[in-house]
């Protein structure tokens, strides 16, 4: 065989090698055989030949796990030509490029803890992991944590060897060791895999040889799989540092320390902006960059990206912020033209490729559509149960990403453990934080992911995803409501998908859970809020559905509820009697909406004080809905009810007694003794109980109510706050003033828990404390009379 001879020229020459005649060559055991020409790549370099021309190359024959090759073998592979092993490099030396520094980087409480060199049980930290959401600073804390350790010159803190490793696929982890190797160790240049063992083999420490300092970077590790077989070696004298979007248990084994890098701090943010726009032409008040910082969410990147486009364009930040908050533009549209920091991508496609990842994890093609559901939902925080409803596993069924032909046909249905594993790979990919501890807020989204994500929807998948979510939400939403953290958390929820959703959720019709929001808001005692809240949906109602579409005249109804409930009794009632002249007209005379809005009409009738009018409105609207509806219909038993109360409240208490009595035995009947409408019922009796003269009697019955309906309803729920307030009311009036005290003070302590001391109700709470406290104190037999 002949070997290309090493030359320089100056003018590309004619062919400088030529091979003929070469004969046979065998090789086994691993060996390499060639009959031909070996040698680097003609026209590699000016060291090498220009080409090479060959003739009559003999046989090659290879056992035992050799090569054979016969004519030319060129040896190209990941840019290493074949030539023989270097001396080792003199120390210190560094392998790879440590990224530069970006622009007005911020010192974080994350590279203290980098800095820690042994954990809390005082064992020395040698693999650490930075991991976090892709934009949060994990390469440059790593690139930071590395050139300081670089540059320390102290015995005790320098660095013999440093090699920084772009590690996001197997083979340039591979590269990188290899490349180590052939500068540090004399590996053999030819072959890369055997290289890169041999330089993992030279950082096992040895008894006789010098020891290394080493520091190892592995930057934006994509695949836990990817270093099988190629993690450094444990040594006192060496450090690694991973830096990864990944969250698997394989990364964090054999007491790899995590370190979870948040976003930037409120401070730190401001400090950043303030920094980077600083020269600029940019004079922003705090408050204007602080505000942006909070549109952004503090993510690290996207402030860069954001200073870059201020600065490029001459935008200000409140123009900046108009164009974030425009529904109709992309997070492409907020990006600079050229990216600062040497960024790879702009911020819109950031997390496209871990979006990828997930979605190949299993259960395979679930990770995109869940996170195209979390995206439309509260980013701070959405209940497990949610994303695991029945209309989300049929959301998740019918968008499942399916490629290939194993996947055709109808796709297998999706299970609520496989929406709780489609969720365990978005948070194994930063792409959401998922919680199992924390039910009511278990899922939590990065804003500007969620925004990058519903970037990616057609407007046909975008309404499609809005009413699934919303179907979700209504699915698992309590009727009734024990838990007020967890209303609070639906609520949060549906205001964040009503406003991502434009008009998804009024096409066909307005969403049910639209209307459960201001419910919720009116049960749990925020009245000026659901009166709000119902504003605003009568007016969307009737943008996108017209002034007579069933929707709209509902939402005017649970309008004209809450400012009644809001303290407004003459508007209330004024706002009911246009709406049944606009319901009779839509409608008709026996509609059901027709006869809701005259049993509305009615009440608010008698709270704006004409009770004997309200009495005898009821009384007409029953004969009515008996004719209509029949008689054990639940909206006859509500018109009973609200006939009872305001004959008491026109003077006739003990017809009213008479009257609920009759209707509890129905109630019971026709729907149960733990039904709401049931327990309201008997609190009624009991009050009318009272006011006829049986305080002792009615207290005795409140008592037996109250525990009844902590049982079914729950301590704070403001039917059982309302039992608690009438149980209060009738001990003191029966007699026991410090009975009254006792039942007060509870009251007051639940009250705060579930509605907030600033609750308006809480002051009135406060007085009949005060009240039956001095009632308490005077002579016994004397009772106050004051009603909570």
Known sequence: MAKA?????????????TVTGTGNAEASGGGTSVTGYRGPAPGSGPAFPASVHLSDTGHATATGGAVANTGNLSIGTLAMQQRAPQEPAPWPHQVGLIPPAARSYQQRAEADRLRTKVDGGGTAVLTQ?????????????????????????????????????????????????????IELCRADPGDVEQAARAFLAWLTPKAAAKPCRWLIVLDDVADPDDLKGLWP?????????????????????????????????????????????????????????????????????????????????????????????DRTTTLADAAPDALPDDQALPLAAAWSLSIDRADELRPAGLARPMLQLTSLLDANGIPQDVLTSAPALAHLTAHRTRTGPEHAGEPDPVSARDAVRALSALHRLSLVDHDRQAPHRAVRVHQLIQRTTRDTLTPHQHDITARA??????????????????????????????????????????????????????????????????????????????????????????????????????????????????????????????????NNLATWRGEAGDAAGAAEAFAELLADRIRVLGPDAPATLTTRN?????????????????????????????????????????????????????????????????EHMVGVLGPDAPATLTARGNLATMRGQAGDAAGAVTVTEQLLE??????????????????????????AERAPGLSGNDRS
């Open 469 to 598: 979510a919303a179907d979700a939400l209504i699915a698992v939403w309590p009727e009734i409501e024990r838990d007020a953290a967890l209303a609070q958390t639906f609520r949060a929820n549906t205001t964040a998908l009503a406003g991502h959703a434009g008009q998804a959720l009024y096409r066909p019709d307005a969403h049910a859970v639209l209307y459960r929001t201001g419910r919720s808001l009116g049960e749990t005692g925020q009245v000026t809020a659901a009166r709000d809240h119902f504003q605003h949906l009568t007016e969307t109602t009737r943008h996108h559905l017209g002034p007579d579409a069933p929707d709209t005249l509902t939402a005017r109804n649970n309008l004209a509820t809450m400012r009644g409930e809001a303290g407004d009794a003459a508007g209330a009632a004024e706002a009911f009697a246009e709406l049944l002249a606009d319901r009779i007209r839509v409608l008709g005379p026996d509609a059901p909406a027709t006869l809701t809005t005259r």
């Open 750 to 775: 639940h009250m705060v828990r579930a509605l907030g001391a600033d609750h308006p109700h809480v002051p009135i709470i406060r007085n009949n404390l005060a009240h039956w406290r001095k009632e």
């Open 233 to 325: 070696p444990d040594s006192p004298h060496g450090r690694t540092l991973v830096t990864t979007r990944r969250r698997d248990a394989a990364l964090a084994a054999h007491g790899r320390r995590t370190i979870e890098v948040g976003l930037f701090t409120e401070a730190e943010a401001l400090t950043y902006l303030t920094a980077s726009l600083t020269g600029h032409g940019h004079d922003e008040s705090a408050d204007e960059l602080t505000a942006l910082a909070e549109d952004l969410g503090r993510l690290p990147l996207a402030l860069a990206q954001a200073a870059a486009y201020l600065i490029d364009t001459g935008e200000s930040v409140a123009g900046y912020r108009q164009l974030l908050a």
């Open 5 to 17: 001879p090493r030359k320089t020229w100056d003018e590309e020459p004619e062919p400088s090698v």
């Open 129 to 181: 992991l930075l991991t976090g959401m892709g934009g949060v600073g994990k390469t440059q804390l790593a690139a930071d944590y590395a050139r300081t350790a670089w540059n320390d010159d102290s015995p005790a803190g320098g660095l013999d060897v440093l090699v920084w490793v772009t590690a996001s696929a197997r083979s340039p982890i591979v590269t990188g060791y290899a490349q180590a190797g």
């Open 642 to 706: 609200n006939l009872a109360t305001w004959r008491g409240e026109a003077g006739d208490a003990a017809g009213a007694a008479e009257a609920f009595a009759e209707l509890l035995a129905d109630r019971i009947r026709v729907l149960g003794p733990d039904a709401p409408a049931t327990l309201t019922t008997r609190g009624n009796l009991a009050t009318w109980r009272g006011e006829a003269g049986d305080a002792a009697g009615a207290a005795e019955a409140f008592a037996e109510l109250l």
